[in-house]
């Protein structure tokens, strides 16, 4: 992916990016382009919101930037070399360039490529992101203008936000560098989390994508303690963003126990009826080998609860195809898995190296051949299972989320859909009248593999 004049259509998650270009003159003025996951998006808005009260304004493109800022992804060597190439890019477009996000725990790599970036910062450090654009282009605010309290700078159309409710991990799968880049579980307070939602549905948030590294674990460093009236468990935090009138969504539950409590909430409409959990294999052998904390867990069991008390409930999940030591007695008893769990939105990845993984150590590496194939295979079925659930709804009168409008239709997303990720609904036909953040009702006339298309 290009990092061109930020943000780019190619970068879905900054293309609908609504930042108001007004500038006063001689007011400094710093562009940012933001890679990866929603995590980091999050980190984004807040080094903008920060930068928005100092008095900076924000650019949408390299050549109205004094100096930009590269938010990086470090997860897989792929996502490495996509910051490596959006640096490159930020470098040759405009010259100032101050790098933050995960690539950044590996400083080196970053400067052995790029010697004439400014500064590197690791994620999460805001303070350090802050202090290198004040010395790469010195704030010069007009303090009867600049020096107010920020509105939120948002990367994302205005009526849905990522909402994220703690940082880190405390796994130790072995495939992942997550926990060594952005520490254990650190869990906002619920007051702080409920307060932030208030204010974002207030300013006209229809739909609260709720995000961390591990959503079900929420609270546990805090050992879910109450204050302000607000317990910091995933349960009561849920119910507490239920009540206040948006589609709620959760994202990267792991299944423990517990979560069997959030699907009564997702039947009573209390939160959207969708689960994303990254379940990344089924055979309990690979499993162990991944070192994942769902290992033995019965999961076509819980499946199937969930299913009992919740209908409707939609669920997504991803999975890591050619592991280390991956037999194909393993691979072909995960798609079993699948043609008996039936999940509604599957994604699937080839293992690959990442450096510092304890994974890179094991035996048995599967060839890269291998490895295709199975994902053909993987992809092969999953897309089997989505069409038939997508014509099953043919007929059917659902509500959805409006998220643009131009001259041809509408698109939107179902409850089943979290932006981005998932499909979408096209509205072709009488879509004049409406505008994003609309909830509507439509029928369902057509389906495809991942989409649907409807009538008001």
Known sequence: M????????????????????????????????????????????????????????????????????????????SAKAESLEAIGEALAENGKVIVTGCLGAEPEFITGAHPSVLAVTGPQQYEQVLDAVHGAVPPAPDPFIDLLPATSVSLTPRHYSYLKISEGC??????????????????????????????????????????????????????????????????????????????????????????????????????????????????????????????SAKTLDEIAAWRDNCPDITLRSTFIVGYPGETDEEF???LDWLDEAQLDRVGCFQYENVKGARANLLPDHVPAEVKQERFERFMEKAQAISEAKLAAKVGSRIEVIVDSVDDEGATCRTKADAPEIDGNLFIDEGFEHLTPGDIVEVTVDEAGEYDLWGKL
């Open 170 to 295: 405390n796994h130790a799968c072995k495939f992942c560098i997550i926990p060594d880049m952005r520490g254990k579980l650190v869990s906002r307070p619920a007051h702080a989390v409920v307060r932030e939602a208030e204010k974002l549905v207030q300013a006209g948030v229809k739909e609260l994508l709720v995000i961390s590294q591990d959503t079900s674990a929420y609270g546990l460093d805090l050992k879910y303690a109450e204050d302000r009236g607000h317990r910091a468990h995933i349960t009561d935090l849920a119910r507490d963003l239920g009540s206040l009138g948006a589609w709620v969504r959760l994202h990267y539950v792991y299944p423990y126990p517990h979560v069997r409590d959030l699907v009564p909430l997702m039947a009573d409409g209390l939160i959207l009826p969708y689960l994303d959990i990254p379940f990344q294999h089924a055979h309990r052998d690979v499993l162990k080998r991944m070192a994942r904390p769902a290992a």
């Open 332 to 334: 072909q008893y995960l």
């Open 2 to 77: 290009s990092a061109n004049p930020n943000p780019p259509n190619l970068r879905p998650d900054l293309a609908n990016a609504a930042i108001p270009d007004v500038r006063r003159e001689g007011q400094p003025t710093i562009g940012m382009v933001s890679l990866g996951c929603p995590k980091a998006l999050v980190d984004s808005e807040r080094i903008l919101t920060r930068l928005r009260a100092e008095g900076y304004a924000i650019s949408a493109d390299y050549k109205g930037a004094e100096a930009v800022i590269v938010n990086t992804c470090g997860f897989l060597d």
